[in-house]
Protein backbone atom coordinates (compact mmCIF):
# COMPACT_ATOMS: atom_id res chain seq x y z
CA UNK A 1 0.00 0.00 0.00
CA UNK A 2 2.64 2.81 0.90
CA UNK A 3 4.74 1.40 -1.99
CA UNK A 4 1.53 2.62 -4.51
CA UNK A 5 1.40 5.38 -2.44
CA UNK A 6 4.76 6.29 -3.21
CA UNK A 7 4.48 5.96 -6.73
CA UNK A 8 1.80 8.10 -7.45
CA UNK A 9 3.77 10.71 -5.03
CA UNK A 10 6.76 10.46 -7.81
CA UNK A 11 4.41 10.73 -10.14
CA UNK A 12 2.84 13.74 -9.49
CA UNK A 13 5.66 14.69 -8.74
CA UNK A 14 7.03 14.44 -12.40
CA UNK A 15 3.82 15.88 -13.44
CA UNK A 16 4.33 19.21 -11.47
CA UNK A 17 7.85 19.20 -12.46
CA UNK A 18 6.70 18.81 -16.29
CA UNK A 19 4.14 22.02 -15.50
CA UNK A 20 6.29 23.74 -13.85
CA UNK A 21 8.70 23.82 -17.05
CA UNK A 22 5.92 23.98 -19.44
CA UNK A 23 4.86 27.36 -17.86
CA UNK A 24 8.30 28.88 -17.86
CA UNK A 25 9.24 27.75 -21.81
CA UNK A 26 9.18 30.60 -24.11
CA UNK A 27 9.81 29.62 -27.36
CA UNK A 28 10.17 26.18 -29.02
CA UNK A 29 11.81 25.29 -32.13
CA UNK A 30 9.41 23.97 -35.07
CA UNK A 31 11.26 22.00 -37.79
CA UNK A 32 9.07 21.57 -40.60
CA UNK A 33 9.65 19.66 -43.73
CA UNK A 34 10.47 21.44 -46.95
CA UNK A 35 9.79 20.61 -50.55
CA UNK A 36 8.09 21.42 -53.32
CA UNK A 37 6.29 18.76 -55.91
CA UNK A 38 6.16 21.99 -58.59
CA UNK A 39 9.33 23.24 -58.49
CA UNK A 40 11.22 20.56 -57.70
CA UNK A 41 12.92 21.87 -55.00
CA UNK A 42 14.16 19.09 -52.60
CA UNK A 43 13.16 17.31 -49.89
CA UNK A 44 14.72 19.52 -46.58
CA UNK A 45 14.20 21.15 -42.44
CA UNK A 46 13.76 24.26 -41.70
CA UNK A 47 13.78 24.89 -38.22
CA UNK A 48 12.22 28.16 -36.99
CA UNK A 49 12.15 29.17 -33.22
CA UNK A 50 8.51 30.54 -32.05
CA UNK A 51 7.23 32.25 -29.19
CA UNK A 52 4.74 29.76 -27.29
CA UNK A 53 2.25 30.21 -24.30
CA UNK A 54 0.17 26.93 -22.79
CA UNK A 55 -2.58 27.42 -25.32
CA UNK A 56 -0.64 27.22 -28.22
CA UNK A 57 -1.54 24.96 -30.43
CA UNK A 58 0.76 23.55 -32.83
CA UNK A 59 -1.10 25.43 -35.83
CA UNK A 60 -0.45 28.82 -33.84
CA UNK A 61 3.29 28.12 -34.00
CA UNK A 62 3.04 27.10 -37.40
CA UNK A 63 1.10 30.37 -38.16
CA UNK A 64 3.54 32.33 -36.33
CA UNK A 65 6.58 31.15 -38.32
CA UNK A 66 4.58 31.69 -41.38
CA UNK A 67 3.25 34.98 -40.79
CA UNK A 68 6.80 36.03 -39.25
CA UNK A 69 9.42 34.19 -40.40
CA UNK A 70 8.71 32.47 -44.05
CA UNK A 71 5.73 33.28 -45.58
CA UNK A 72 6.75 30.43 -47.92
CA UNK A 73 5.79 27.77 -45.49
CA UNK A 74 2.94 25.43 -47.22
CA UNK A 75 0.52 24.76 -44.65
CA UNK A 76 -3.24 23.53 -44.97
CA UNK A 77 -6.39 24.80 -42.44
CA UNK A 78 -9.34 26.30 -41.92
CA UNK A 79 -11.64 25.69 -38.96
CA UNK A 80 -8.77 25.69 -35.93
CA UNK A 81 -10.97 23.66 -33.82
CA UNK A 82 -11.26 20.46 -34.88
CA UNK A 83 -13.87 20.46 -37.86
CA UNK A 84 -12.72 20.66 -40.98
CA UNK A 85 -10.24 17.99 -41.29
CA UNK A 86 -7.79 20.12 -43.06
CA UNK A 87 -4.86 20.56 -40.94
CA UNK A 88 -3.68 16.83 -40.72
CA UNK A 89 -0.01 16.31 -40.21
CA UNK A 90 2.79 14.43 -38.83
CA UNK A 91 3.72 15.66 -35.47
CA UNK A 92 6.90 14.40 -33.83
CA UNK A 93 6.07 11.24 -36.14
CA UNK A 94 2.42 10.96 -35.35
CA UNK A 95 -0.61 11.71 -37.36
CA UNK A 96 -2.24 14.60 -35.30
CA UNK A 97 -4.41 17.88 -36.36
CA UNK A 98 -1.99 20.30 -35.56
CA UNK A 99 -5.11 22.59 -34.42
CA UNK A 100 -6.08 19.90 -31.53
CA UNK A 101 -2.19 19.52 -30.19
CA UNK A 102 -1.13 21.91 -28.03
CA UNK A 103 2.69 22.58 -27.53
CA UNK A 104 2.28 21.95 -24.26
CA UNK A 105 1.65 18.48 -24.27
CA UNK A 106 4.57 17.65 -26.43
CA UNK A 107 7.99 17.03 -24.64
CA UNK A 108 11.11 17.95 -25.87
CA UNK A 109 12.22 22.19 -27.14
CA UNK A 110 11.79 21.05 -30.92
CA UNK A 111 8.53 19.76 -32.79
CA UNK A 112 9.14 18.36 -36.19
CA UNK A 113 6.27 18.90 -38.54
CA UNK A 114 5.77 16.72 -41.74
CA UNK A 115 3.46 16.29 -44.10
CA UNK A 116 0.93 12.63 -44.16
CA UNK A 117 2.48 9.53 -45.03
CA UNK A 118 0.57 7.83 -47.95
CA UNK A 119 -0.84 10.51 -49.62
CA UNK A 120 0.97 11.88 -52.91
CA UNK A 121 3.23 14.78 -51.86
CA UNK A 122 2.06 18.74 -53.09
CA UNK A 123 4.13 21.46 -51.03
CA UNK A 124 5.87 21.38 -47.61
CA UNK A 125 2.93 20.33 -45.92
CA UNK A 126 0.51 19.67 -47.74
CA UNK A 127 -0.52 16.96 -49.64
CA UNK A 128 -2.77 15.62 -51.94
CA UNK A 129 -6.14 13.65 -50.72
CA UNK A 130 -7.50 12.99 -54.37
CA UNK A 131 -7.40 9.13 -53.93
CA UNK A 132 -8.58 9.09 -50.54
CA UNK A 133 -11.59 11.32 -51.13
CA UNK A 134 -12.17 8.87 -54.20
CA UNK A 135 -11.76 6.12 -52.22
CA UNK A 136 -14.54 8.02 -49.47
CA UNK A 137 -16.75 8.64 -52.57
CA UNK A 138 -16.17 4.98 -53.85
CA UNK A 139 -18.43 3.86 -50.82
CA UNK A 140 -21.36 5.97 -51.63
CA UNK A 141 -21.59 7.65 -48.53
CA UNK A 142 -25.35 8.73 -48.60
CA UNK A 143 -28.51 7.02 -47.53
CA UNK A 144 -29.83 4.77 -50.40
CA UNK A 145 -33.53 4.47 -50.30
CA UNK A 146 -36.23 5.07 -52.92
CA UNK A 147 -38.95 6.64 -49.98
CA UNK A 148 -35.63 9.42 -49.40
CA UNK A 149 -36.50 10.51 -52.66
CA UNK A 150 -37.97 13.84 -53.00
CA UNK A 151 -40.26 12.89 -56.14
CA UNK A 152 -43.35 14.24 -54.61
CA UNK A 153 -42.98 17.22 -51.67
CA UNK A 154 -46.98 15.79 -50.38
CA UNK A 155 -45.49 12.49 -49.68
CA UNK A 156 -42.82 13.35 -47.95
CA UNK A 157 -42.45 11.56 -44.21
CA UNK A 158 -39.92 11.40 -41.40
CA UNK A 159 -37.90 8.22 -41.11
CA UNK A 160 -38.43 7.06 -37.52
CA UNK A 161 -35.31 5.65 -35.69
CA UNK A 162 -35.11 4.54 -32.11
CA UNK A 163 -32.10 5.96 -29.85
CA UNK A 164 -30.55 2.16 -30.60
CA UNK A 165 -30.55 2.73 -33.99
CA UNK A 166 -28.99 6.08 -33.74
CA UNK A 167 -26.34 4.65 -31.27
CA UNK A 168 -25.12 2.13 -34.26
CA UNK A 169 -23.64 4.59 -36.65
CA UNK A 170 -23.33 7.98 -34.39
CA UNK A 171 -19.67 7.30 -33.56
CA UNK A 172 -18.63 6.77 -37.03
CA UNK A 173 -20.40 9.69 -38.22
CA UNK A 174 -18.36 12.00 -36.26
CA UNK A 175 -15.63 11.19 -38.67
CA UNK A 176 -14.23 15.14 -40.26
CA UNK A 177 -12.00 12.85 -43.08
CA UNK A 178 -8.79 14.47 -41.64
CA UNK A 179 -6.62 11.23 -43.21
CA UNK A 180 -4.72 10.93 -39.65
CA UNK A 181 -6.22 7.01 -40.22
CA UNK A 182 -5.00 6.40 -43.82
CA UNK A 183 -1.61 7.73 -43.05
CA UNK A 184 -1.21 5.38 -40.07
CA UNK A 185 -2.83 2.43 -41.94
CA UNK A 186 0.34 0.04 -42.85
CA UNK A 187 -1.93 -1.79 -45.66
CA UNK A 188 -2.76 1.06 -47.29
CA UNK A 189 0.76 1.58 -47.80
CA UNK A 190 1.45 -1.33 -49.09
CA UNK A 191 -2.00 -1.09 -51.34
CA UNK A 192 -3.06 2.13 -52.84
CA UNK A 193 -6.30 0.14 -54.10
CA UNK A 194 -7.48 -0.88 -50.50
CA UNK A 195 -9.77 1.61 -49.59
CA UNK A 196 -8.88 2.50 -46.08
CA UNK A 197 -9.84 2.88 -42.67
CA UNK A 198 -11.75 5.99 -43.25
CA UNK A 199 -13.85 4.79 -46.07
CA UNK A 200 -14.62 1.30 -44.83
CA UNK A 201 -15.72 2.92 -41.57
CA UNK A 202 -17.85 5.10 -43.58
CA UNK A 203 -19.07 2.04 -45.53
CA UNK A 204 -19.77 0.41 -41.83
CA UNK A 205 -21.70 3.70 -40.69
CA UNK A 206 -23.91 3.52 -44.02
CA UNK A 207 -24.34 -0.15 -43.55
CA UNK A 208 -25.60 0.16 -40.08
CA UNK A 209 -28.09 3.06 -40.68
CA UNK A 210 -31.42 2.02 -40.38
CA UNK A 211 -32.91 4.02 -42.66
CA UNK A 212 -30.17 2.49 -45.52
CA UNK A 213 -31.72 0.03 -47.70
CA UNK A 214 -28.33 -0.71 -49.65
CA UNK A 215 -27.48 -3.48 -47.33
CA UNK A 216 -26.54 -6.24 -49.90
CA UNK A 217 -24.86 -3.47 -52.05
CA UNK A 218 -22.66 -2.62 -49.62
CA UNK A 219 -21.00 -5.02 -48.52
CA UNK A 220 -20.35 -6.22 -52.28
CA UNK A 221 -18.36 -3.10 -52.55
CA UNK A 222 -16.09 -3.77 -50.23
CA UNK A 223 -15.34 -7.72 -50.63
CA UNK A 224 -12.99 -7.85 -53.27
CA UNK A 225 -9.07 -9.00 -52.80
CA UNK A 226 -8.31 -5.39 -52.45
CA UNK A 227 -11.13 -4.97 -49.69
CA UNK A 228 -11.89 -4.80 -46.04
CA UNK A 229 -10.12 -8.88 -45.71
CA UNK A 230 -6.92 -6.36 -46.25
CA UNK A 231 -7.36 -5.16 -43.13
CA UNK A 232 -5.21 -6.95 -40.59
CA UNK A 233 -6.66 -5.08 -37.44
CA UNK A 234 -3.66 -3.64 -35.89
CA UNK A 235 -5.09 -0.91 -34.67
CA UNK A 236 -3.12 1.98 -34.94
CA UNK A 237 -6.20 3.62 -37.33
CA UNK A 238 -8.11 4.28 -34.23
CA UNK A 239 -5.14 5.08 -31.77
CA UNK A 240 -4.27 8.15 -33.69
CA UNK A 241 -8.03 9.04 -34.87
CA UNK A 242 -8.70 12.93 -32.92
CA UNK A 243 -12.40 12.36 -33.13
CA UNK A 244 -12.57 9.17 -31.71
CA UNK A 245 -14.17 7.53 -34.04
CA UNK A 246 -12.74 4.06 -33.73
CA UNK A 247 -12.52 2.90 -37.63
CA UNK A 248 -10.90 -0.63 -36.54
CA UNK A 249 -14.22 -1.08 -34.84
CA UNK A 250 -16.54 -0.22 -37.59
CA UNK A 251 -14.28 -2.48 -39.70
CA UNK A 252 -14.39 -5.18 -37.71
CA UNK A 253 -18.06 -5.25 -36.89
CA UNK A 254 -18.56 -5.02 -40.89
CA UNK A 255 -16.64 -7.79 -41.24
CA UNK A 256 -18.80 -9.83 -38.56
CA UNK A 257 -21.79 -9.13 -40.75
CA UNK A 258 -19.73 -10.70 -43.73
CA UNK A 259 -19.14 -13.95 -42.02
CA UNK A 260 -23.02 -14.11 -41.00
CA UNK A 261 -22.39 -14.09 -37.52
CA UNK A 262 -23.14 -10.48 -36.60
CA UNK A 263 -27.11 -10.71 -36.46
CA UNK A 264 -26.27 -11.90 -33.08
CA UNK A 265 -26.02 -9.10 -30.88
CA UNK A 266 -24.87 -10.42 -27.77
CA UNK A 267 -21.08 -11.47 -30.27
CA UNK A 268 -21.38 -7.70 -31.52
CA UNK A 269 -21.48 -6.20 -27.98
CA UNK A 270 -18.55 -8.86 -26.80
CA UNK A 271 -16.13 -7.74 -29.70
CA UNK A 272 -17.10 -4.30 -28.94
CA UNK A 273 -16.35 -4.47 -25.49
CA UNK A 274 -13.01 -6.67 -26.28
CA UNK A 275 -12.01 -3.53 -28.38
CA UNK A 276 -12.51 -0.85 -25.70
CA UNK A 277 -9.88 -3.26 -23.28
CA UNK A 278 -7.62 -2.97 -25.88
S1 LIG B 1 -11.82 8.13 -39.01
FE1 LIG B 1 -10.86 9.63 -37.63
S2 LIG B 1 -8.74 9.79 -38.33
FE2 LIG B 1 -9.89 8.82 -39.96
S3 LIG B 1 -10.48 10.48 -41.33
FE3 LIG B 1 -12.17 10.17 -39.90
S4 LIG B 1 -11.79 11.58 -38.21
FE4 LIG B 1 -9.88 11.43 -39.36
S1 LIG C 1 -6.84 -1.83 -38.34
FE1 LIG C 1 -6.95 -2.19 -40.55
S2 LIG C 1 -7.55 -0.23 -41.44
FE2 LIG C 1 -6.83 0.19 -39.32
S3 LIG C 1 -4.65 0.69 -39.54
FE3 LIG C 1 -4.77 -1.50 -39.17
S4 LIG C 1 -4.82 -2.45 -41.21
FE4 LIG C 1 -5.31 -0.26 -41.48
S1 LIG D 1 -7.94 23.58 -39.05
FE1 LIG D 1 -9.81 22.46 -39.24
S2 LIG D 1 -9.36 20.56 -38.29
FE2 LIG D 1 -7.58 21.76 -37.93
Redesign the pocket.
Same mark, same amino acid.
Given at each position: MSETIEKLERLDKKRKEHEKKEIERSSIYLKIFRANRATGEQAHYDTVEVPVQRSTTV %?DALLYAKGYKDHSIGIR???????????GMKINGIPR %????TKVSELYGDTITCEPLSNFPHIRDLATDFTQFFEHHKDMQPYIQNENADIKDPSKLSEFVQSPEDVDKFLQFSYC?K?GCCYSACPTVAMDTKFPGPQALAQAYRYFADSRDAATEERLELVDDRHGIFRCHFAGSCSTVCPKGVDPALGIQLLKGHMLGYSSNEKKIADLKERLMRK
Open positions: %LYSCRMASCGSC %LACYIC
